[in-house]
């Protein structure tokens, strides 16, 4: 299957409104007479958002999944979680803690050590992979207003993007489940060895709530492929998509305790996850503070392996020679797609000083056009950020960037009086030591640097703790080769940015993090490495 890439043409090839009507997916209040009362808005003309549509999807699950089964917390205790375009409950979900993580390692344990997945033939392992799939797909716009309501991301985006995503993620891993083998190694002297590749055991796995299904489908797919056993915590912000998943499973035919669900907070439910004795392995995505500190739980209890999907701040590089209007939309794109609120999102833009200016207006122009408003409404390019702490986060960087003497040229305010919108924001006259080149915003806020030559910009851009990503453009193949290797992370688009595929290695350099995510080279993190050693009598070679 070809490449799929997120692209900011997305709202010109999805469906329509009337497409999304007809499927019952969202409900237009019956006082509003015409799709215009509800309308996705620019922003530089919209005082608020009237009326949010509203998801016509019954929120069902939301107990946490243990043994195969939803229950309640020990605790009983359940948490709100919350409408970003609103901030109003949209259903209240069980709030999972040390007892609930012990539950849930017991009943992974007992299917890893005695019940039927590792020890399941890997072709069966396959085929329920591959129904999982089938399911998911076949719920794909009940997953995606699921998605969409409890993000505040686009449904377009999640629908035809997020979710089909998920959908070839796990067929992909499911094609891998009978191919994962050793070797046989000549060695000096009548032995015969070779090794094994085996399940490293119960997996821990904690995802990020702006990307919660494709995280989860990253997580589960390599770990499920090699035979381990999952205890996932889903984010306290987004645990709905994870939820609905969970009651497909059983349908799929994945074994009780296979895969286990917690939803919670990070000190209650994510801290004993990461230090409980008996999880083997640790998977996490997030911020970087976080992952420092998991490192040190996994390091203080038994010593489990850990790879880590961290922060960024991503350089876009934009060469002289460059295609100015395509490298202006891309940087668009790399930036302000699902709000900004990305781990490589290309946060600092750096432009050659000969083109900065042309590059700065039409940047400037095409935020002003981008359209804001309820994600449900076919066209919107932007939501609301997560939360409001999310949200009152960016509002502060912006103010430090007019406060350290960065041009605000647009945007950085709040849109509307109800729920986290914020204005697509742009800045020019940024220096490196400003906060807003420095840290990870995590929101719609573009900052546009000038550089000189080659040799600048590479220094500049790996002046970074961060090492997760970079664009590249330019038109000169030598001027490509040069930064695709100077640069110092883990994945360099060239004349394009975020493409992504089940196959294409994703991680950082540096703080941005351990391991690598997707394609082959994940599933290195969910295996260990067996040498058998055994001499050979009267061999008749070696």
Not at 47 to 55: G, R
Not at 206 to 228: D, R, T, V
Not at 343 to 367: I, N, P, Q
Not at 414 to 438: C, H, W
Request: glycine letters at 8%; proline letters at 5%; one cysteine or more.
């Amino acid at each position: 299957m070809a490449a799929r890439v997120f692209t900011s043409r997305l709202s010109r090839s999805l469906t329509s409104s009337s497409h999304l009507l007809s499927r019952g997916l969202i409900i237009v209040d019956k006082q509003k007479s015409h799709l215009g009362r509800i309308a996705a808005y620019q922003y530089s003309t919209a005082a608020a958002i009237e009326e949010p549509i509203k998801p016509a999807v019954n929120v069902e699950h939301t107990k946490l999944f243990i043994n195969g089964q939803f229950v309640d917390a020990a605790s009983g205790k359940t948490f709100p979680t919350l409408d970003p375009r609103t901030g109003e409950v949209i259903a209240h979900v069980a709030e999972g803690d040390a007892e609930d993580i012990n539950r849930a390692v017991a009943a992974a344990r007992k299917a890893f050590d005695e019940g039927p997945w590792p020890k399941m033939n890997a072709y069966e392992r396959s085929k329920i992979l591959l129904r999982l799939a089938d399911l998911i797909e076949k719920h794909n716009d009940q997953i995606a207003t699921l998605e969409t309501w409890d993000t505040g991301k686009p449904y377009e985006q999640a629908a035809k993007i997020e979710v089909p995503m998920v959908v070839r993620l796990l067929r992909y891993y499911a094609g891998w489940a009978d191919k994962i083998h050793g070797m046989t190694i000549p060695a000096d002297g009548p032995y015969h060895v070779q090794t094994l590749h085996e399940p490293i055991g119960v997996a821990g796995q904690i995802i990020p709530w702006n990307f919660p299904l494709l995280m989860f489908s990253w997580k589960i797919g390599p770990a499920l492929a090699c035979g381990n056993t999952v205890v996932l915590k889903t984010a306290e912000q987004t645990p709905l998509s994870a939820f609905y998943v969970a009651h497909l499973l059983q349908e799929a035919g994945l074994p009780e305790g296979v895969l286990n669900i917690i939803s919670g907070f990070g000190p209650t439910a994510g801290a004993p996850l990461c230090s409980h004795m008996d999880v083997d392995k640790l998977a996490f995505t997030g911020s970087t503070d976080t992952g420092k500190a998991i490192l040190s739980l996994a390091a203080k209890s038994n010593l489990k392996p850990v790879t880590l999907e961290l922060g960024g701040k991503s350089p876009f590089i934009v060469c002289e020679d460059a295609d100015i209007d395509t490298a202006v939309e891309q940087a668009h794109f790399a930036l302000f797609f699902n709000q900004g609120q990305c781990c490589c999102a290309g946060s600092r833009t750096f432009v050659h000083e000969k083109v900065y200016d042309e590059f700065l207006e039409k940047a400037k122009a095409r935020a002003l056009k981008r359209t804001v408003g309820d994600p449900f409404k076919s066209g919107t390019e932007q939501g609301p950020q997560i939360d409001s702490k999310q949200f009152d986060k960016i509002m502060n960087y912006i103010r430090s960037g007019i406060d350290s003497g960065a041009t605000l040229e647009t945007g950085g305010e709040r849109l509307g009086e109800r729920g986290y919108y914020i204005k697509p924001t742009v800045f020019s006259n940024v220096k490196d030591d400003m906060l807003i080149a420095q840290d990870e915003i995590f929101g719609p806020v573009q900052s546009i640097l000038k550089f000189k030559d080659v040799d600048d910009v590479i220094r500049r851009a790996n002046n970074s703790r961060y090492g997760l990503a970079a664009g590249v453009f330019t038109q000169n193949i030598d001027t490509a080769n040069t930064l695709t290797r100077a640069l110092r992370v883990g994945t360099v688009w060239v004349n394009c940015f975020d493409t992504f595929d089940a196959t294409i290695p994703f991680g950082g350099y540096k703080m941005s993090g351990h391991g690598r995510e997707k394609g082959e080279y994940s599933l290195k993190n969910y295996l260990q490495v067996k040498a058998v050693v055994t001499p050979l009598k009267n061999p008749a070679w070696l």
